[in-house]
T-cell receptor, first 111, second 118 residues
């Protein structure tokens, strides 16, 4: 079946850049997403990218997509303590109702 | 705009008991999803509704789980009888479009209902 994989943990210092990586297997993936989940809360969409793009920038967030390698990354510039959360990579195909999520990367930002 | 509402936030039951979770999606959202999120894992789709019809319930353990969205608005997810492995957070999400992949496909999530089965 199709899988979305992420590393489970990342720890950075406040002010550094964070890079969270994701790989997926479904070549028909059309939309790829990054969701953020803070403790005790639901998932909140951070950003998304269409599969015909290779980069998207939104303020401190940069998403890079390598469709050939099926690799997605999220870079957070100037990481703050408030960015500490679990970040989920997700993908869906146009003809597929199911949004598939990775297991999440727990980002810890140390002051 | 009010977000996706879920209740209860927390529920503790013993195995073989039953439990029900309720979800009220964002007003006007046609599509409603129930996801199961086991600790340390990403959310996994249980069932998807389009208005009051089921679009996908292929991953719903139908021997013990049931869900309905009778009037095409709010929804109830029931587990009967519960097993230890059902301990998880049950997330409800909604989206305005019919299919994930139309528009941006963004899902709007509630805060979840955390179930502990003892």
């Amino acid at each position: 079946g199709e899988d979305v994989e992420q590393s489970l943990f990342l720890s950075v210092r406040e002010g550094d850049s964070s890079v969270i990586n994701c790989t997926y297997t479904d070549s028909s993936s059309t939309y790829l997403y990054w969701y953020k989940q803070e403790p005790g809360a639901g998932l909140q969409l951070l950003t998304y990218i269409f599969s015909n793009m290779d980069m998207k920038q939104d303020q401190r967030l940069t998403v890079l997509l390598n469709k050939k390698d099926k690799h997605l990354s999220l870079r957070i510039a100037d990481t703050q303590t408030g960015d500490s959360a679990i970040y989920f990579c997700a993908e869906t195909a146009y003809n597929n109702n199911d949004m598939r999520f990775g297991a999440g990367t727990r980002l810890t930002v140390k002051p | 705009e009010a977000g996706v509402a879920q209740s209860p936030r927390y529920k503790i039951i013993e195995k073989r008991q039953s439990v029900a979770f309720w979800c009220n999606p964002i007003s006007g959202h046609a599509t409603l999803y129930w996801y199961q999120q086991i600790l340390g894992q990403g959310p996994k789709l249980l069932i998807q509704f389009q208005n009051n019809g089921v679009v996908d319930d292929s991953q719903l353990p139908k021997d013990r789980f049931s869900a309905e969205r009778l009037k095409g608005v709010d929804s109830t997810l029931k587990i009967q009888p519960a097993k230890l492995e059902d301990s998880a957070v049950y997330l409800c999400a909604s989206s305005p479009s019919g299919l994930a992949g139309e528009n941006t496909g963004e899902l709007f999530f509630g805060e979840g209902s955390r179930l502990t089965v003892l």
